[in-house]
């Protein structure tokens, strides 16, 4: 278990405010991804890491931005939160090509 | 591109049934690993299996059993003597080798409910 920590598992925000979720892990892995799950959609790729200060868009990265200035942590920032942006997010490592995930994060926008 | 195809969004069987939960996949990797994901109604993401591309041995564990089928471009999984316990959100997914193009590819689940 690559011990991947999600902050916060749930959070109600207002439209139009920024929000932050936090993915730590504990394993030193090099790759980590950020997904959201959607009725309907399963799980999309937002962003991803492949190693301090680098990262790239997914299929889904419009109105999202991450940072990683440590290897352990892995930020994805919702500038201005959006009703649309409701979602279950997950947290997601890989090493070897096994991926572990966080338990999610449930973000209402409202 | 990547995709991964689940044609079926939702079954539901009687306890005892076998049921099968098709996945389709389209790549143009030629490694590339595909996988199986459970997810209870708790929420959390369960690994169940990771086949990768060289290997089309069907796999066997307990009363889950997955098909990998290369010409067809097919990775099914099947649940002998279902239960109640098995009713869950099944995903199926695809990623590249691993590097710089290890992304994982989802399909959009299947919802399986097991009846009493």
């Known amino acids: 278990d690559a011990g991947i920590t999600q902050s916060p598992r749930h959070k109600v925000t207002e439209t139009g405010t920024p929000v932050t979720l936090r993915c730590h892990q504990t394993?030193?892995?090099?790759?980590m991804y950020w997904y959201r799950q959607d009725p309907g959609h399963g799980l999309r790729l937002i962003h991803y890491?492949?190693?301090?200060?680098?990262?790239d868009k997914g299929e889904v990265s419009d109105g999202y931005s991450v940072s990683r200035s440590k290897t352990e942590d892995f930020l994805l920032t919702l500038e201005s939160a959006t009703s649309s942006q409701t979602s279950v997010y997950f947290c997601?490592?890989?090493?070897?090509?096994?991926?572990?995930f966080g338990s999610g994060t449930r973000l209402t926008v409202v | 591109a990547q995709k991964v195809t689940q044609a079926q969004t939702e079954i539901s069987v009687v306890e005892k049934e076998d049921v099968t939960l098709d996945c389709v996949y389209e790549t143009r990797d030629t490694t590339y690993y595909l996988f199986w994901y459970k997810q209870p109604p708790s929420g959390e993401l369960v690994f169940l299996i990771r086949?990768?591309?060289?290997?089309?041995q069907n796999e066997i564990s307990g009363r889950y059993s997955w098909n990998f089928q290369k010409s067809t471009s097919s990775f099914n999984f099947t649940i002998t003597a279902s239960q109640v316990v098995d009713s869950a959100v099944y995903f199926c997914a695809l990623s590249g080798p691993t590097g710089a193009n290890s992304k994982l590819t989802f399909g959009k689940g299947i919802t399986l409910s097991v009846r009493p």
């Open positions: 997601a490592t890989t090493w070897d090509g096994s991926y572990t």
């Open positions: 394993e030193n892995h090099r790759y």
């Open positions: 086949r990768n591309s060289f290997d089309e």
């Open positions: 890491s492949y190693g301090v200060k680098d990262t």
